[in-house]
């Protein structure tokens, strides 16, 4: 394959469309032995990308142009409006607008809609004052975003600023509608809730924002650490 490379002495490398804008050290772009269609395009050094309101950033990125899905590398993060996040490895499918998260994932979300950890003291986060400026952390070993949802494995935490935390396996988030508010959170695989001193332990937790109920499955107890 033929390779076109563009680097400037110490000057960046600045691609810009209508809709996004590509910021890097080095650009090139791979040709098709046989023609003038370009195969794939990799930007490395201090990758920045923008679009439609978020920014993912990561030492290389290596755009597929046939299956337009970018994989980025060397500590990537995105930003949006209402959720940042992190990982070793993030694979955007621009298609079916997923995307996977892997090793090492960590991401913050807005409390408002979310489990509320802060149950015992019986206030909701849908009916909280002030709990649009409040986040809360989730880290995992992996992460498959999709429109109409969310999927975190492996070793699973889910923190509260207030000092509560959730435990589990598998934690799941569902949208009302593609991209829209979270309508219903399951956590399965020894599910932990701690809170002060109580420990809540099952095997599947499940909470819907519609009810603001949390039901807890699979032989649950609790019980107050001394």
Known sequence: ?????????????????EESTLDCGILK?????SGNDVQR????????????????????????????????????????ADMEGSGELLVI???????QGERDVKVKLPQQGMLPLDWQSGASPTNTPGT???????????????PT???????????????????????????????????????EKNVEFKQGDLVVRGDKGTYQTNSDFITLTGTPTWKTQQ
Do not use: H
């Open 29 to 33: 772009a791979f040709f098709e032995t």
């Open 149 to 187: 949802g969310a999927l975190f494995q492996g070793n699973v935490r889910v923190a509260d600023p207030q000092g509560a935390e959730l435990k589990c396996g598998r934690f799941t988030n569902s949208f009302s509608v593609p991209g829209g508010r979270v309508t219903g959170v399951m956590a």
């Open 41 to 80: 395009i990799e930007a490395s050094e201090n990758v920045s990308f923008e679009q439609a309101g978020a920014r993912t950033t990561a030492d290389k990125a290596v755009y597929s142009v046939t299956q337009d899905v970018v994989t980025l590398t060397g500590k990537p993060g995105w930003k949006t």
């Open 1 to 17: 394959e033929d390779v076109a490379k563009r680097r400037l002495g110490n000057a960046r490398v600045r691609a810009q469309d």
């Open 132 to 146: 649009t400026n409040r986040w809360i952390t989730i880290q995992s070993e992996s992460l498959n975003y999709r």
């Open 93 to 99: 499918n621009n298609k079916t607008r997923e995307f």
